[in-house]
């Protein structure tokens, strides 16, 4: 079964700045992809950006994008020129396409993301 | 946004009490999932449908059943509520299997 990391519980950042969320996967499929969700204070669960696990290219949408080291199984998101709307939940996520498990996200248990004004 | 809506949006219901939730989309995709999310835990998934009448266990099905009779509903059944499972249910749609997930705007359900 796949697994997802993250291991930090809660991050804060200033205003402006620039912060870096970890996460960790372990799978022994090669076909794949991961997300980066963000669950603001709404609870509404909301796709931040997407990474194809066979494109060597990191994803990038705006001033959020990833840095994907497949052989390390790891998956960060860096949020650039951080701003106050963007305090939340991120839940990094797991998919298969290719697989024979069940069909499904597998999410880590969340970074908390503060920003300080 | 995806058309995803879910009914009711928060429910409190007692111990032993049968418990349906609805998740109904507009966008034709094939596959529906149901998720809950509790502390500590992010979302884990309950079952999933990749069509009509085809439906599949999750992770953390036990006490839980679902149905599928048309392409835009995807229903959850408590058969006899605990309090185990209080939480908060998504239901989620993508077009193809893998793909991106869109999320419903959740369901608080609270059993005494």
């Known amino acids: 079964a796949q697994t997802v990391t993250q291991s930090q519980p809660e991050m804060s950042v200033q205003e402006a700045e620039t912060v870096t969320l970890s996460c960790t996967y372990d799978?022994?499929?090669?076909?794949?992809?991961l997300f980066w969700y963000k669950q603001p204070p709404s609870r509404q669960m909301i796709l931040v950006i997407r990474q194809e696990a066979y494109k060597q290219q990191n994803a990038t949408e705006n001033r959020f994008s990833v840095n994907f080291q497949k052989a390390a199984k790891s998956f960060s998101l860096k949020i650039s020129d951080s701003q106050l709307g963007d305090a939340a939940m991120y839940f990094c996520?797991?998919?298969?396409?290719?697989?024979?498990?069940?069909?499904?996200?597998?999410f880590g248990k969340g970074t908390h993301l503060i920003i300080q004004p | 946004d995806a058309g995803i809506t879910q009914s009711p949006r928060h429910k409190v219901t007692e111990t032993g009490t049968p418990v349906t939730l609805r998740c109904h989309q507009t966008e034709n995709h094939r596959y529906m999932y149901w998720y809950r999310q509790d502390p500590g835990h992010g979302l884990r998934l309950i079952h999933y449908s990749y069509g009509v009448k085809d439906t599949d266990k999750g992770e953390v099905s036990d006490g839980y059943s679902v149905s599928r009779s048309k392409t835009e509903d995807f229903l959850l059944t408590l058969e006899s509520a605990t309090s185990s499972q209080t939480s908060v249910y998504f239901c989620?749609?993508?077009?193809?299997?893998?793909?991106?997930?869109?999320f419903g705007p959740g369901t608080r359900l609270t059993v005494l």
């Open positions: 799978t022994s499929e090669s076909d794949y992809y």
């Open positions: 989620a749609i993508s077009e193809a299997r893998g793909d991106t997930q869109y």
């Open positions: 996520a797991y998919s298969s396409y290719s697989g024979g498990g069940a069909d499904g996200l597998t």
